[in-house]
């Protein structure tokens, strides 16, 4: 069994957009990161994003309106920074507190800035493998990890656990592209799936995001299968200082043996999604003067 090592394989691409970042003329890329509310996970994600932007040399614009902030003032905020030029793209944190609509402020962000991937044209232009779109940066993410350790999905079983439109779905349509590295044959569970044991068994490469911990145990994995562990749970821990310990949808320890390759959580797909952000966010600088024709 190999380790995937998402950290070591962010870290490679990160060097690469610094030096790419380094190269472009005129002023460096700039993203707004709006985060409504304190909650702590998002404060934490934001901050990490920020991290990174300052070591890519990516100017990073923060914006933290209250909690209390309507659907109109959110939306009134985003069209003015999609009308700024001096921004490339625009991350609004996930989840929004309620009652504010998170899809339909993913909708309202300028298409051609959505370095989130959410937007319906960019949804859309994933299934039609335009590659001008913005790809949601987990399931990009996940690409990266394996085209990066050498795993080839061409004619392969890719089964993805999990339907929703930041992972699930996404991932599904990549695995499937006529690209020299996808290729798949791809199916899709859910937790309306019957038999589902009897499907996982059948994958070359598992994806799990399903957000249940530890569901994946070892019966339900093909020996030498490729396992990408998108979950991220917090369960109780009375050992650890916090009180709970990161684990993902995958039994490890089990599952782990069996397998080809296999992402750890932490340190797997986790670090590979800031860095995609950060990639799309790059695209988007230089996509930029083009942006009046993106449709
Ligand atoms: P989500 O929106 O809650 O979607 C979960 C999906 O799993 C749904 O399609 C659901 O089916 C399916 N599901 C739930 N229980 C199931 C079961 N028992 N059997 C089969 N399918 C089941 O979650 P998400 O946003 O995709 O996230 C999934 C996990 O990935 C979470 O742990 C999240 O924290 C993690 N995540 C990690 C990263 C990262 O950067 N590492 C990024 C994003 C998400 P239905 O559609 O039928 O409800």
């Not at 460096?28 to 996970?41: K, M, N, T």
């Not at 998002?42 to 040399?57: L, P």
């Not at 109109?72 to 996930?94: K, R, T, W, Y």
């Not at 009897?198 to 994806?207: E, H, M, Q």
Request: proline share 7%; net charge positive.
């Amino acid at each position: 069994m190999e380790l995937i090592d998402g950290n070591q394989i962010a870290a490679t691409l990160i060097a690469e957009l610094k030096a790419e970042v380094a190269k472009l003329t005129g002023r460096p890329p700039c993203i707004a990161l709006v985060r409504v509310g304190e909650d702590p996970a998002s404060v934490s994600y934001v901050t990490k994003k920020q991290k990174m932007c300052a070591e890519i040399g990516i100017e990073s614009r923060l914006i933290f309106p209250p909690v209390t902030i309507s659907q109109d003032e959110l939306f009134a905020l985003v069209d003015q920074l999609n009308a700024d030029p001096s921004v490339d793209g625009i991350l609004v944190q996930s989840p929004l507190p309620k009652p504010l609509s998170e899809i339909a402020v993913f909708r309202r962000i300028a298409a051609h800035k959505d370095v989130d991937g959410f937007h319906t044209l960019n949804l859309g232009k994933l299934a039609q493998e335009d590659d001008t779109g913005f790809i949601a940066c987990t399931p990009a993410g996940i690409m990266e990890l394996l085209q990066r350790s050498g795993v080839s999905l061409t004619g392969k079983h890719v089964v993805v656990l999990g339907r929703s439109l930041i992972v699930g779905k996404p991932a599904a349509l990549l695995a499937l592209q006529r690209k020299p590295w996808a290729n798949a044959t791809v199916t899709i569970c859910h937790s309306q799936t019957a038999n589902l044991a009897s499907i996982t068994r059948l994958a070359d490469v598992l994806i799990a995001a399903i957000g249940k911990p530890e569901f994946v145990t070892a019966d339900m994995v093909k020996p030498g299968a490729v396992i990408i562990d998108v979950g991220v749970n917090r369960v109780p821990d009375a050992t650890k200082k916090t009180g709970y310990r990161l684990t993902g949808d995958v039994h490890f320890p089990t599952v782990a043996p069996l397998c080809s390759k296999i992402t750890p959580v932490p340190g797997g797909v986790g670090p590979m999604t800031v860095a995609l952000l950060m990639k799309n966010t790059v695209k988007a600088r230089r996509q930029h003067s083009a942006a009046a024709a993106y449709n």
